[in-house]
Structures are given as structure tokens and as C-alpha cells.
């Protein structure tokens, strides 16, 4: 098994994530029942929609005063939604820079047109880095090209943009159905569980560990995958 090509989560795997930190958030803005059509798992269509570019932030904004009969105004929206965003982890930094210099490095996110900007204004607080650009190849984000995650053809579509060998490439996740769309379209992927794991642990001097090929390996055979 020979990789070439690594594309990488955001959330979760790079980006520390809460979502119950945007569910209080909007609870406290009066929307009492949030968590019931918002969770990691299972989207109201209209964060389907945000997902994948469909809506504009001011629709969305709009939507979500008619859906909940509450009068929020646009900056309390804005700063519930990215609740949910923690910080960058400054080790991730090093790693990433030593990993594309072995590999062909992507990332592929489901995001909004509210937490880009956002984010990239933590990054140059926090780091002094004006984006995830100089990481990696190309960035794919959700909204931008109106596909998303787990669904087969936003994988086709990086694999074909870029021409890459499925077979050659992995994909990190902590989203298991994420991982099993990866899949379905022929990638190498690897879910990690973020409360024991860590994607840092995985890499030496920016190389694929041998302890982490086994692992690949091993949980490629389980069945829940």
C-alpha cells in the first residue's frame, strides 16, 4: 500500500469542534428546541442547503428568524453559529508543513460562507496566518463547490480535479459516514475517534507511521465500516 496523496478534514481532526456549544448558544438566544433539527448527524434541509452554498448567509439568517419566530439580529446569529469552532492547535502548524513536503496534501470541509471568514480571521489572531492555503494544494470547501460530505461525487470531484489515484490516497475524518463515503469512491480513508485520538500521533517527521499503517489496515477490515 503506497500513499502519495493526503486529504484532510477541518473540523474535528484539525479545528477543535463543540456542537453543543452552538445548541447552548442558540438556546440562550430563545431557540429552545435547536438541537432537535441541528446535530453533527442529522441536518434541518436548511443547513443541508448552507452546506452546500445553496443559500446566502442573509437567507440563512433570514431562515433561521422564520423557523424559530425569534428576532435575532444578524451578529448574534453569526456568533452562534461559530460557537461551535474552537482553536487551531499550534502543533497541528509543524506537522502539516512536514507532511507536504511528502505528500500531496488537500482539504476537503463541509463549511459555510460564516465560519471561513471567521476562522481565518482566529488564524491570523492566534497565529499570525492568513489562511489554510499555505498548507496545502487546494482547499474544497462544501459551499463552494455545492457538494458535500458523505455524498460519493465531492470525493469524484477532488480525485478527478487533481487527478489522483484513489488507491493512493487517504482521507481522515472523525465522521464515520464520512469515511464510508470515502469509500464508496475507492479512497483509502481513516476515521479517527478524536476522544482517544489524535491525527498528529499518526505522522513522524511528516512521514505515515508504521504503527498507523496497521492501523489503517486493521480497522479497513472491521465491519462496522
Keep these: 500500500m503506497q500513499i502519495k496523496n493526503i486529504i ?5 481532526v484539525l479545528v477543535e469542534i463543540d456542537y453543543d456549544a ?16 441541528f446535530s453533527q448527524l442529522k441536518q434541518n434541509h436548511l443547513f443541508d442547503k ?21 428576532p435575532m439580529t444578524d451578529e448574534s446569529i453569526d456568533n452562534a453559529w461559530n460557537a461551535m469552532l474552537g482553536g487551531f492547535p499550534a502543533t497541528k502548524i ?20 460564516i465560519h471561513i471568514p471567521y476562522f ?3 488564524m491570523m489572531k492566534t497565529h499570525v496566518i492568513e489562511g489554510l492555503e499555505t498548507f496545502f494544494e487546494k482547499l474544497y470547501y462544501s459551499h463552494e463547490v455545492g457538494m458535500r460530505k458523505p455524498d460519493v461525487e465531492i470525493f469524484d470531484h477532488v480525485i478527478n480535479d487533481k487527478g489522483l489515484n484513489p488507491a493512493e490516497t487517504l482521507f481522515f475524518d472523525d465522521t464515520l459516514m464520512h469515511v464510508q463515503g470515502a469509500r464508496r469512491a475507492g479512497l483509502l480513508a481513516y476515521w479517527i475517534d478524536v ?5 498528529t500521533e499518526f505522522f513522524n517527521a511528516g512521514e ?6 496497521l492501523k489503517l489496515q486493521n480497522q479497513s477490515a472491521e465491519s462496522f465500516l
Design 8 to 12: 484532510f478534514d477541518l473540523g474535528g
Design 195 to 199: 476522544s482517544r485520538e489524535d491525527v
Design 208 to 213: 505515515l507511521t508504521e504503527q498507523f499503517m
Design 22 to 37: 452552538t445548541i447552548k448558544a442558540f438556546q440562550k438566544l430563545g431557540i429552545t428546541n435547536f438541537d432537535e433539527f
Design 50 to 70: 448552507w452546506d452546500i452554498g445553496k443559500i446566502t448567509p442573509k437567507q440563512f439568517r433570514d431562515d433561521l428568524r422564520k423557523i424559530s419566530g425569534i
Design 120 to 122: 481565518k480571521d482566529r
Design 94 to 113: 509543524p506537522m502539516l508543513d512536514q507532511v507536504a513536503k511528502n505528500y500531496r496534501t488537500f482539504l476537503l470541509s463541509n463549511t459555510n460562507a
